[in-house]
């Protein structure tokens, strides 16, 4: 049952995901620049890579912290509804430690991408 809500959950997310970001979508007239205006010719933005790719990680990351948070709230249900059953509160146990320990390398992950990042950004522009 588990295997089967996360794969629901998985699929429902990456079907959500696009339509998101489609909706925020605003087209304006890309006209060409020929002073060499990246953002003008593109459509683009003017971040650098390091903004983009520190953008990125920290969305993922946000999405895992998250899956995390529903995997404790899935394990303190399995708990609350076992009934005194030993098997199924060591089931539970086994759930909330192992999104216990996804979260807390969740958050360190995140530091060490923040700190690098941070360093990366101070060292280039100096």
Known sequence: MFKRLLITLIITASMVAPAISLAAYNPQEVTFDPNNNAQRNTGLGNASPTDVAAGIIQRVLTILALLA???????????????????????????????????????ASYGLSLYVFENLINITNA
């Open 69 to 107: 948070l529903i995997l404790m709230i899935y394990a303190g249900f399995v708990w609350m509804l076992s009934r005194g059953k030993e098997e199924d509160v060591e089931r539970a146990k086994e759930i909330l430690y192992g999104a216990l320990f996804g979260l807390i390398v969740i958050l």
